[in-house]
């Protein structure tokens, strides 16, 4: 069983930055591929960002390109979402998900395609 604690969350104003964390439990951390997904309210949840567990390759929705930055620091079991230039339409409660060693090319957009979820994280980015 992955657990998954999600950090970072809070309220800033459109154009600052966030940096979120979630860190994960077990010993094989380096095999999970990462992902971060959100859900604003009224609306499903959706795709932000991905690692993949090895090669470390990312993907990214197409509205945080440019602007959101995924990493993962294996040494402390933790992957980060950097946020930049913050946007009203980013405020959502943040998921961070997990899935360990999927036989990936490219790093999964799918809700179904991960295993483990956390609780999430509220942003919220005043105009």
């Known amino acids: 069983q992955v657990q998954l604690v999600e950090s970072g969350g809070g309220l800033v104003q459109a154009g600052d930055s966030l940096r979120l964390s979630c860190a994960a439990s077990?010993?094989?951390?380096?095999?999970?591929?990462m992902g971060w997904f959100r859900q604003a309210p009224g609306k499903e949840r959706e795709f932000v960002a991905a690692?993949?567990?090895?090669?470390?390759?990312?993907g990214y929705a197409e509205n945080v390109v440019g602007r959101f930055t995924i990493s993962r620091d294996n040494a402390k079991n933790t992957v980060y979402l950097q946020m930049n230039s913050l946007k009203p339409e980013d405020t959502a409660v943040y998921y961070c998900?997990?899935?360990?060693?999927?036989?990936?090319?490219?790093?999964?957009?799918?809700?179904?395609?991960?295993?483990?979820w956390g609780q999430g994280t509220q942003v919220t980015v005043s105009s």
């Open positions: 077990g010993r094989t951390f380096s095999s999970y591929t």
């Open positions: 690692i993949m567990w090895r090669g470390g390759s990312t």
């Open positions: 998900a997990a899935v360990i060693a999927p036989l990936w090319v490219t790093p999964g957009r799918a809700e179904y395609e991960y295993d483990y």
